[in-house]
């Protein structure tokens, strides 16, 4: 009898089972009554009427889906809207939204990039830019985390045409890269500067406008921007921002544009009256960051090792995977969520539990959700 082609999975299965990697899904009731520390729901627009109007809204007018390609059918005067209101809001000349900031991430390193060029990625980036990164099909230069010289000294061995790819805020440890410095490289070589800011819209910059209008480069000739807006707007999807040109190209060249159906009319929606929300309480994005320090200081108060958070996310380092996991759980369990990153997700391998600030937090909140990591963390 022919062996079973996929008989290796039951191996790799056993492996991440003994080093406590094994990953499952949990499916959220809608009535979940734990405190939400876990989703990247940094202003708390997910469930916000005015966001969950707009997505009604938007199906009512224009239907359940795209239905095609943005080149076919799946364009919609929403998303027009949607990318003028983005790109004015962040600073930017132009945008284009995307089904998901991963197929972004994916257009945005594919299509600026070719066989002659240099991409020089941050140790730290989202798997979405590593993926970007192989995909081009470029030569590839990995420099250490949030290091401009190493940055200057690849760009300079090179000599041709490139690219600088970073995170604007790591997911991971939830520092911020020091744009400004490695726009001022990236110019100094003539390169192109591609920023992800999944996690800076919204919390950064003035009134939440991002990272890169936070650090002045938002708007510069080589500087490119992609966001979410699954995080703090609450909806689905994603965007390039950058200069005209550049979203025309990849209008034109960007496969994961080309080939994909268009963003749903009621995400769209979802996420254009959560950016008109934003702009009418820029406060919000304020009330994030105090949110952050607050849990940053009540952690390390309580004797635990926590990252200094730039933006919203507070990382907090376990000794072991299965530590990781079970410190969550009881946080679980006690009615906390949190995330749990372990490895492959992080690039130094240390695991961690991850918290997310919201702006809707109140300190009643802040200190229960202190108490409880407290209490559940693992003893070394």
């Known amino acids: 009898m022919p062996r079973d082609p996929f008989d290796w ?13 094994v990953r ?10 734990r405190l939400d520390l876990a989703s990247n729901d940094y202003l708390g627009l997910s469930r916000h ?14 239907g359940a889906g795209a239905t095609g390609s943005r080149l076919v059918t799946g364009t919609t005067g929403l998303h027009a809207e949607l990318e003028a209101e983005l790109a004015a809001f962040c ?20 299509a600026l990039t070719g066989h002659d060029t240099l991409v020089v990625s941050d140790a730290g980036n989202h798997a979405s830019l590593i993926d970007g990164c192989r995909l081009s099909r470029a030569q590839t230069a990995v420099t250490p985390h949030a290091d401009p010289e190493a940055v200057d000294k690849a760009l300079d061995a090179h000599g041709g045409r490139a690219l600088v790819v970073t995170d604007a805020v790591f997911s991971v440890d ?17 390169a192109a500067l591609l920023v992800d800011d999944a996690h800076g819209l919204g919390v950064l910059g003035p009134g939440g406008s991002g990272t890169p209008a936070a650090q002045g480069v938002a708007g510069g000739r080589g500087v490119v921007a992609t966001v979410t807006l699954s995080k703090s707007l609450g909806s689905q999807g994603g965007a390039v921002l950058g200069p005209a040109a550049v979203i025309e190209h990849l209008v034109n060249t960007a496969r994961t544009f080309i080939f994909d159906t268009g963003l749903a009319p009621a995400a769209a929606g979802a996420a254009l009256a ?81 918290l997310t600030a919201r702006a809707d937090l109140e300190r009643q909140d802040i200190d229960f959700a202190l108490r409880t990591l407290a209490a559940t963390a693992p003893r070394a």
């Open 174 to 190: 939830g520092d911020a890269a020091p744009l400004a410095a490695l726009a001022g490289v990236a110019a100094g070589h003539g």
């Open 9 to 21: 999975i039951t191996g790799a299965a056993a492996a991440r089972e003994r080093a406590g990697l």
């Open 91 to 110: 600073g930017f000349e132009a945008a284009l939204v995307f089904s998901s900031g991963y197929a972004a991430n994916i257009a945005a390193v594919t």
């Open 274 to 354: 959560a950016l008109r929300l934003l702009r009418r309480e820029p406060q919000r994005a304020a009330r994030v960051r105090e949110v952050a320090r607050t849990l940053h200081e009540g952690l390390t108060a309580s004797g635990l090792r926590a990252i200094r958070p730039d933006a919203a996310v507070i990382s907090v380092p376990a000794p072991l995977p299965e530590q990781a996991l079970s410190w969550a759980a009881d946080c679980r369990s006690a009615g906390v969520s949190v995330g749990c990153f372990r490895p492959p997700s992080v690039p130094d391998g240390i695991s961690r539990v991850r």
């Open 49 to 62: 009427p005015e966001v969950i109007e707009g997505a009604v809204t938007a199906a009512r007018r224009w």
């Open 24 to 33: 499952r899904l949990r499916p959220r009731p809608a009535d979940d009554t």
